[in-house]
């Protein structure tokens, strides 16, 4: 009841925006998921041309959310997100319909673009909207992206009994309706320009050192969370012996941000300064990599039902750590972007700040994945598993770092209260 009453505090603009999210995670994680396989067993392609049309998707989107952002402080951020949400429509029908290369490549080109488009734009538009209240917005925004990404799974499961165009064409239209929803009821927002041009704009955002010593020091905070796609996941499965062990990791990551979140964040928030959460939450995130260590770095495999039981409960510990971690910093993280320059240009700096995540997030995933093949070669399991708990205390030690050389932004100013 608290949090409904939470989210009710907030205007309609970031209320329908938190229901947005919802929607965009509910579609994209029923139809994401499962395209490799259909790519790859229903239209018989190989390897190769699966990385192709998956990798057109994914660089469209991380390599354009800097034309999103400035799009949004442009245009307004309104008409991006519907933008945005309209092409995903078209780019998941396109998976529906389409068998032909060419076909898919055009759905991957324009799934990606909508992302690059919307994703800048809404924390944009709840960043300016939410005011002094931008953290509890933000902790809002990660449980209603949590939800949805919990929901999308299971009924892209259900789906799949159908066929695969069943879940691209239900995916379509959740986007569909999200871009009605937000024609017909998300405000305008007015657009204060900035009186430079495009470029002088990007070299304002990027010119500004603290912004980007920040963005590299977030680098460990993006690629330790991609580790729950990647090297958990294995962990998980290597130290239980059993191949559901990824879907239980998933399970008990998403059911505690669901019930942690917004508390956490709620809690934190008068407590101290945002680099202190944010420097522990991502020590948080490197030492949640030391549990799974211990049961993942000894190279055994479980003996007996017993023994897979008791193994697995060093790698949940590392998840709930994990993901604790996460939900302490996430919140604060986002309520600084917009404080490294004017509000005319937060659109242009959730842009510039998701591109720079994406490209240290891919490398990162890379790193992580050659140390597993080194360590596996070696003999030596756990280093991938050392490799992120450096990380994670290196992204700490440098946010504190920048805390105390003074170059992380002040928090949003409370509100005076009313009469």
């Known amino acids: 009841m608290k949090t409904w ?21 509910t579609g994209f994680y029923l139809l994401v998921p499962y395209l490799a396989l259909h790519l790859g067993e229903d239209l018989g392609m190989s390897a190769a041309v699966v990385g192709v049309v998956l990798g057109v998707r994914n660089l469209s989107q991380q390599g354009l959310f800097l034309i999103g952002g400035t799009a949004s402080d442009r245009l307004g951020a309104r008409g991006v997100i519907i933008a945005g949400c309209a092409l995903r429509s078209v780019g998941f ?28 734009a809404v924390r944009a538009y709840i960043a300016l909207e939410a005011r002094d209240r931008t953290a509890e917005a933000f902790a809002l925004f990660n449980v209603f992206a949590t939800a949805g990404a919990l929901i999308g799974p299971l009924l892209g499961s259900a789906l799949l009994l159908v066929d695969f165009r069943a879940s691209a064409l239900t995916a379509a239209a959740v986007f569909a309706v999200l871009t009605v929803a937000q024609a017909l009821v998300l405000p305008a927002r007015p657009v204060t320009p900035t009186g430079n041009g495009v470029v002088a704009d990007w070299r304002r955002v990027i010119g500004n050192r603290g912004f980007l010593a920040f963005a590299l020091a977030m680098v460990g905070l993006y690629t330790l969370e991609n580790q729950l796609y990647l090297l958990v996941p294995a962990g998980a499965r290597h130290a239980t012996g059993w191949q559901g062990a990824a879907g239980l990791v998933f399970l008990v990551g998403t059911l505690t941000n669901l019930a942690l979140q917004t508390r956490i964040t709620r809690a934190l928030k008068q407590r101290g300064s945002r680099a202190r959460w944010i420097g522990l939450g991502l020590a948080l995130t490197g030492l949640s990599f030391l549990p799974p260590m211990a049961v993942t770095g000894d190279g055994t495999a479980p003996d007996g039902l017993a023994d897979a039981v008791l193994r697995a409960m060093p790698v949940l510990a590392g998840v709930l750590l994990l993901y604790l971690g996460l939900m302490i910093a996430q919140p604060f993280v986002m309520e600084l972007i917009p404080g490294f320059g004017p509000p005319e240009l937060t659109g242009t700096a959730f842009g510039v700040f998701y591109a720079f995540s994406g490209v240290a997030a891919a490398v990162g995933n890379t790193l992580v994945g050659w140390a597993m093949d080194a360590g596996d070669r070696a003999g030596t399991p756990w280093l991938p598993w050392a490799c992120c708990l450096a990380l994670g205390l290196a992204s700490a030690a440098g946010v504190a770092r920048l805390h105390h050389r003074r170059l992380l932004p002040a928090p949003p100013a409370t509100a005076p209260a009313a009469a």
Do not use: K, T, W, Y
Not at 5 to 25: K, Y
Not at 95 to 117: H, K
């Open 93 to 120: 029908g396109l998976f529906a319909l389409g068998d032909g290369l060419p076909v898919l490549l055009a759905a991957s080109l324009l799934s990606g673009l909508a992302g690059a488009l919307f994703n800048p």
């Open 5 to 25: 009453h939470e989210i009710r505090g907030f205007p309609l603009a970031v209320r329908l925006l938190l229901v947005n999210q919802l929607g965009v995670n």
